[in-house]
């Protein structure tokens, strides 16, 4: 994943990555993780990602993110969209 310059003007990003029906939730947690510290480090940079993953909440700030609950299709998931004050 590139970095992103903070001299560029306010971005969004909005993400579906792969969930553990895919791949193994080892393979993804990487992915996750990146994602989770590009949007805490680029204040610039708003959004967030879907998953089915049960371990992402154990790996961000509970205050920089906003849970939403739903379905995609049959799997359960949840819209981690980072909530900046």
Not at 29 to 47: A, I, T
Not at 53 to 65: D, E, G, M, T
Not at 68 to 73: C, D, E, F, I, L
């Amino acid at each position: 994943m590139p970095e992103l310059p903070a001299d560029k003007p306010q971005r969004s990003l909005l993400t579906n990555p792969p969930y553990g029906e895919r791949m193994q939730l080892a393979e993804i947690m990487p992915l996750y993780q990146r994602l989770l510290s590009l949007f805490e480090d680029n204040k610039h940079v708003n959004g967030g990602f879907i998953t089915n993953a049960p371990a992402v909440p154990q790996l961000y700030q509970p205050s920089y993110w906003k849970e939403t609950k739903y379905y995609n299709g049959p799997i359960e998931c949840t819209f981690y969209k980072i909530a900046r004050l």
